[in-house]
C-alpha cells in the first residue's frame, strides 16, 4: 500500500466500473473505497491537452464535473447525443488523493437511423420513397430524405419537416441519376444517421406496349411490356368512348418487377365494351 507522512492513499482505482448511458447522460459508478482509509470522496473531471503554440510540447489540465461526492456514482446529463468524452474519477482520502482513473463514453444516438427504405413509384420526372419508422426507445418526430447526384459530390434536401413515412418527389430530370437517403429527427432536433444506398436513374420515357390480352377468370388480363432500359411505373387507363378524352380514368398503376409484367382489370365484366391505354409518364 502506498503511505504518505503514515496515512494510507486511497487506491481509487474505479474497480468494477459501470457505465450507463442515455442520449443525453452517462452514468458512472464504481466499487466503494476500503474503509481502511477513512472518510473518501469523489470527483469527476475532463481532461483537456492544449498545444501552444502549434508544435510546442503539450500542456493537459483537468476540469471538474460538477460537485465532489462521497457517494460511488456520478450522473453527467445536458450531453449532446453521440458524443464521445473520457471521464476522469479520482478518489481523495485523508492521505492525499489517488491517480486519475479514466473511463471513455460515447452517449447514444437520440433517435435510431429509419429501417427498410424503398421505392414505391418512378417516373421520368418524379421517385415515389417510403421506409419504416426506426426502432428503439426514442420515436421519430419527423424525416427527411436526400438526393445525391454528380457522383454524391451534390445533394438536395427534400422533405425537411416530414411526418409521413412516405414521400413523392418531383421535378426531377429525365436521364438523371441520384442516391437517395432518409434519416430521422426526435422532438428535440437531434438527426439519426442516414438509411440509404440505392441509385436510381429517372428514364427517359419509352412507350409500353400491349403484348397479349386475354380472358381470365378474375377479369380481363393484359400482358405489358416496357420498353426503355428502366422500369418505371405505368400508367393503365379506360374509357367506354375513346373520342373523348376527358372519358380516361386510371384504373392502375404499376411499378413491375419484371419486364413484361400482367395487369387484369377486375371490372371489364361491368361493360360491354372498354377501351384501355397505357402511358409511361
Same mark, same amino acid.
Given at each position: ?49 492544449l498545444h501552444d503554440p502549434r !508544435? ?64 414505391? !413509384? ?38 425537411? !419537416? ?89 384504373? !392502375? ?29
Open positions: 500500500m502506498n503511505a504518505r507522512y503514515g496515512t494510507p492513499y486511497p487506491t481509487a482505482q474505479i474497480k468494477q466500473a459501470v457505465v450507463s448511458v442515455t442520449a443525453n447522460s452517462v452514468t458512472l459508478s464504481w466499487a466503494a473505497e476500503d474503509p481502511v482509509v477513512g472518510a473518501v470522496t469523489y470527483s469527476a473531471y475532463l481532461r483537456h491537452v !508544435g510546442s510540447g503539450s500542456t493537459v489540465w483537468y476540469t471538474q464535473i460538477g460537485s465532489s461526492t462521497t457517494q460511488t456514482s456520478l450522473t453527467i446529463s445536458g450531453l449532446t447525443p453521440g458524443l464521445t468524452q473520457a471521464y476522469y474519477v479520482v478518489a481523495m482520502g485523508p492521505g492525499g488523493s489517488s491517480g486519475y482513473n479514466s473511463a471513455i463514453v460515447a452517449t447514444t444516438s437520440s433517435v435510431q437511423p429509419p429501417v427498410n427504405l424503398r421505392m414505391t !413509384g418512378l417516373t421520368s420526372t418524379s421517385i415515389s420513397l417510403a421506409w419504416d419508422a426506426p426502432a428503439g426507445p426514442v420515436p421519430a418526430a419527423s424525416y427527411e430524405v436526400w438526393g445525391w447526384y454528380n457522383g454524391g459530390v451534390n445533394y438536395t434536401v427534400y422533405g425537411t !419537416g416530414n411526418t409521413n413515412t412516405t414521400l413523392t418527389i418531383t421535378g426531377l430530370v429525365p436521364g438523371s441519376s441520384h442516391q437517395w437517403g432518409v434519416r430521422a429527427f426526435d422532438a428535440q432536433g437531434y438527426h439519426s444517421a442516414f438509411n440509404y444506398g440505392f441509385t436510381v436513374i429517372n428514364p427517359v420515357p419509352v412507350a409500353p406496349q400491349f403484348t397479349a390480352m386475354s380472358t381470365a377468370a378474375s377479369g380481363f388480363q393484359f400482358t405489358i411490356s416496357e420498353g426503355g432500359p428502366v422500369l418505371q411505373t405505368a400508367l393503365i387507363q379506360a374509357t367506354t368512348n375513346p373520342a373523348d378524352q376527358n372519358s380516361w380514368v386510371q384504373i !392502375g398503376s404499376v411499378l413491375p418487377t419484371s419486364n413484361p409484367f400482367t395487369f387484369i382489370d377486375t371490372n371489364a365484366s361491368q361493360y360491354p365494351i372498354r377501351f384501355y391505354r397505357i402511358l409511361a409518364p
